[in-house]
């Protein structure tokens, strides 16, 4: 059988570009979405964000270390000696003024890490490393030895997110 997936990684709150990928992929003839986190800010995307996510067939998906901001600072793990921790604050204020709460719960139920079997291919699906979706271990220039950590006996591809490059 032939798979076509959009891969669909670090919106960062922009539902425009989103509609536009989104748009591609219909076109590209693409049958399911993988989503690897990332998804909202520091762009205003909220609940049109999401409603363009709702009517995909999403079947993986997981928790980048941006959306663990969104989570820390609904937590009240941010002060205010900080200004990023300030500027983050805000941010996720003026995210939930225009998300729906369900939302939150979603968001807080995604994984770290998610596994797939598609025509005896295993894959691997993470945001960064399988277990740390944060920090610059999977930069282009790093040694391999931090791509290894992507791998085990049990996966043949992983997909990752995270890097923008």
């Given at each position: 059988m032939?798979?076509?997936i959009a891969?669909?990684?670090?919106?960062h709150g922009n539902a425009t570009a989103?509609?536009?990928v989104i748009a591609d992929a219909k076109n590209q003839g693409a049958s399911e979405y993988w989503l690897l986190g990332d998804i909202f800010l520091p762009g205003p995307g909220a609940n049109d964000l999401v409603a363009l996510?709702?009517?995909?067939?999403?079947t993986a998906s997981v928790r980048g270390n941006w959306d663990d901001r969104v989570l820390e600072a609904l937590d009240g793990q941010y002060g205010l000696e900080d200004p990023q921790e300030v500027q983050?604050?805000?941010?996720t204020q003026f995210l939930m003024e225009r998300m729906d709460?369900?939302?939150?719960?979603?968001l807080r139920s995604l994984p770290l890490l998610e596994k797939k079997e598609i025509d005896g291919l295993r894959f691997s699906i993470s945001h960064n490393l399988p277990d740390k979706n944060y920090g610059g271990d999977l930069l282009v220039e790093n040694d391999t030895e931090k791509?290894?950590?992507l791998l085990d006996a049990e996966t043949d591809?992983?997909?990752y997110g995270h890097v923008h490059k």
């Open positions: 032939n798979h076509k891969i669909l990684s670090d919106v989103l509609e536009a996510l709702k009517d995909l067939p999403i983050l604050l805000r941010m709460p369900a939302t939150i719960v979603w791509f290894d950590q591809v992983a997909v």
